[in-house]
């Protein structure tokens, strides 16, 4: 189990690189792949860092194999051959991987732990999606897990199993439920932070090598502040 940074370079957290995969530990505010803002995405530096590093000549390719919204943190796998991107995305599209997230929130779920279940709909307009109890036209089934691990000072830390990957879905169910998370004005909490990223961390990843067949199990620090802090 790796929980470290291995390297810290080009502005990256890399947590894990072989030849055929790169794990970074993604800042606030970095996008995953281009977009219409034009900012240049984490796929780019990442290549760039590889081209540096191997000093290899021309295009270098590299698969964006799942993605983390802009104001979260956490781990982000790519690819560094095709095969290890079919393979991958075939771990991810079957659920064969298991991604626990951590959440800060304000207001307590009603229970300790619990299973949520909801049929998330993508608003492609304005960039969310809602979760619904019952099912509703173009909605698709969302589920994950978590529990309260620990109370802090007028926040609540969770963690997050989730079973499903559908767009903003923690954001969405963890909103249905009442509870906001931490600087995530769209989904309802009261102000932003001042980063203007959400306390919503991929924390941890679990799947097996797409290539070697070794067990891997990643985990990647929380950023500096002090909430994350206290944990």
Do not use: C
């Amino acid at each position: 189990m790796s929980n470290k940074i291995i390297s810290n370079k080009n502005n990256l957290q890399i947590l894990h690189e072989d030849n055929h995969l790169i794990v970074i530990n993604k800042r606030v505010g970095d996008i995953v792949q281009g977009d219409k803002t034009g900012d240049k995405p984490l796929s780019e530096v990442v290549k760039e860092y590889i081209k540096d590093k191997y000093n290899k000549p021309g295009e270098v390719f590299l698969g964006v194999v799942h993605r983390l919204d802009r104001p979260t943190t956490g781990i982000v796998v790519f690819a560094r051959t095709s095969k290890a991107l079919t393979r991958m995305n075939e771990l991810f599209s079957n659920r064969e991987t298991q991604k626990t997230y951590w959440a800060i929130v304000k207001n307590k779920p009603s229970k300790e732990e619990d299973n949520l279940v909801h049929y998330i709909k993508r608003n492609e307009k304005n960039n969310t999606s809602k979760a619904h109890i019952k099912e509703v036209p173009e909605s698709k089934l969302a589920s994950l897990d978590y529990k309260i691990f620990k109370e802090l000072n007028n926040y609540f830390a969770l963690e997050i199993n989730l079973h499903t990957g559908r767009h903003h879905q923690i954001r969405a169910q963890l909103s249905a439920e009442g509870s906001p998370i931490k600087g995530d004005l769209k989904y309802g909490f009261d102000r932003s932070n001042p980063d203007g990223g959400i306390h919503l961390h991929a924390r941890k990843l679990t799947f097996i090598h797409p290539v070697t067949k070794e067990a891997l199990t990643l985990t990647a620090p929380t950023p500096s502040d002090s909430i994350w802090d206290a944990l």
